[in-house]
C-alpha cells in the first residue's frame, strides 16, 4: 500500500492534515459511486496531532517518465503508436467514470497518472476532487498551473482567494489533453516565461493561446494529435 501521513511538527501540518481528511471524505464518497475502483481505498485514522491515509500500491512510471520514448524521433515506430492511444484511452476511462457520478478529479496532470506494464493508466490523488454535496470543504482554488483548463483559471482571477471554483468534466479533459500535449512535445501547451508569478500564467492560461502542435511535435501521428486538439 501506499501511505499518505503529515508531519505534526512541520509547517503547514495543519493545512495537510485537512487535505487528507478531505481526500479520505472524497475517496469514500467516490467509492459509494461506483467511481472508483472500490480496492482503492484501504483505511484513514489519526496519530499523535497528524492524519494518514493509506491506499492501494499502484506498480507503474509517471506519465513524464513513461512519455520518454516517444518524445524522440525514435518514438515514430508500429510499437508505440497504439501504446500512446492506449493510454490515452484508459486514462478518459477513469475519468468519465467520475463524471457519470458528477464529479471531476480537478487535478489531472502528469504526476497524478501513472502507466503500467501492460500500458494501461491509472488515476491517483483525489483530494481535490469536485462533486456534489461537499459543503464542508477546503475552497479549490486551482491545482497545477501548467494543465489548469482556461475557464478554472479565468474563475481564480476574478475571485477572492477563499471563493470555491467548482471544477467540471471539461476542467478535466483539457487537463487530461495539456498533459499528454507536455508529455508528448515537451513543451506546455500554454508558452510564457518560467519566472511568471502563477496569476501571470493564469492570465495566459485564461486566453485559451495553446502553442500549435504542428510546430512543436517530435513526429506525425494524426490520430493521436487530433485526440489532443479535441481535448
Same mark, same amino acid.
Given at each position: 500500500?501506499? !501511505? @499518505?501521513?503529515?508531519?505534526?511538527? $512541520?509547517?503547514?501540518?495543519? &493545512? @495537510?492534515?485537512?487535505?487528507?481528511?478531505?481526500?479520505?471524505?472524497?475517496? !469514500?464518497?467516490?467509492? #459509494?459511486?461506483? *467511481?472508483?475502483? +472500490?480496492?482503492?481505498?484501504?483505511?484513514?485514522?489519526?496519530?499523535?496531532?497528524?492524519?494518514?491515509?493509506?491506499?492501494?500500491?499502484?506498480?507503474?512510471?509517471?506519465?513524464?517518465?513513461?512519455?520518454?520514448?516517444?518524445?524522440?524521433?525514435?518514438? &515514430?515506430?508500429?510499437?508505440?503508436?497504439?501504446?500512446?492511444?492506449?493510454?490515452? +484511452?484508459? /486514462?478518459?476511462?477513469?475519468?468519465?467514470?467520475?463524471?457519470?457520478? &458528477?464529479?471531476?478529479?480537478?487535478?489531472?496532470?502528469?504526476?497524478?497518472?501513472?502507466?503500467?506494464?501492460?500500458? $494501461?493508466?491509472?488515476?491517483?490523488?483525489?483530494?481535490? *476532487?469536485?462533486?456534489? =454535496?461537499?459543503?464542508?470543504?477546503?475552497?479549490?482554488?486551482? *491545482?497545477?498551473?501548467?494543465?489548469?483548463?482556461?475557464?478554472?483559471?479565468?474563475?481564480?482571477? $476574478?475571485? $477572492?482567494?477563499?471563493?470555491?471554483?467548482?471544477?467540471?468534466?471539461?476542467?478535466?479533459? /483539457?487537463?487530461? =489533453?495539456?498533459?499528454?500535449?507536455?508529455?508528448?512535445?515537451?513543451?506546455?501547451?500554454?508558452?510564457?516565461?518560467?519566472? !511568471?508569478?502563477?496569476?501571470? @500564467?493564469?492570465?495566459?492560461? *485564461? @486566453? =485559451?493561446?495553446?502553442?500549435?502542435?504542428?510546430?512543436?511535435?517530435? /513526429?506525425?501521428?494524426?490520430?493521436?494529435? #487530433?485526440?489532443?486538439?479535441?481535448?
Amino acid at each position: 500500500m501506499a !501511505l @499518505k501521513a503529515n508531519a505534526p511538527d $512541520s509547517e503547514g501540518a495543519r &493545512d @495537510k492534515a485537512e487535505k487528507l481528511a478531505q481526500e479520505n471524505r472524497h475517496l !469514500l464518497q467516490l467509492t #459509494q459511486a461506483d *467511481a472508483i475502483d +472500490r480496492a482503492y481505498r484501504i483505511e484513514s485514522g489519526t496519530w499523535e496531532d497528524g492524519r494518514w491515509l493509506a491506499v492501494r500500491w499502484i506498480e507503474g512510471e509517471l506519465l513524464w517518465r513513461a512519455f520518454r520514448i516517444a518524445r524522440g524521433p525514435e518514438g &515514430d515506430c508500429p510499437s508505440v503508436r497504439p501504446w500512446l492511444l492506449g493510454i490515452a +484511452r484508459t /486514462w478518459a476511462q477513469r475519468l468519465a467514470a467520475m463524471h457519470a457520478a &458528477d464529479w471531476a478529479h480537478a487535478d489531472v496532470q502528469p504526476t497524478n497518472t501513472l502507466v503500467t506494464n501492460s500500458g $494501461s493508466t491509472e488515476v491517483i490523488d483525489y483530494a481535490l *476532487a469536485c462533486g456534489p =454535496g461537499q459543503d464542508e470543504r477546503i475552497p479549490y482554488r486551482g *491545482a497545477l498551473t501548467h494543465t489548469t483548463a482556461p475557464e478554472v483559471a479565468d474563475a481564480i482571477l $476574478s475571485t $477572492s482567494d477563499d471563493t470555491h471554483v467548482q471544477a467540471g468534466p471539461a476542467a478535466d479533459m /483539457w487537463g487530461l =489533453g495539456a498533459s499528454l500535449f507536455w508529455c508528448w512535445t515537451g513543451h506546455r501547451p500554454v508558452a510564457y516565461e518560467d519566472d !511568471l508569478d502563477r496569476l501571470g @500564467k493564469l492570465h495566459a492560461i *485564461a @486566453k =485559451g493561446r495553446t502553442l500549435r502542435l504542428e510546430d512543436v511535435r517530435p /513526429w506525425v501521428f494524426p490520430e493521436f494529435e #487530433q485526440l489532443i486538439t479535441a481535448c
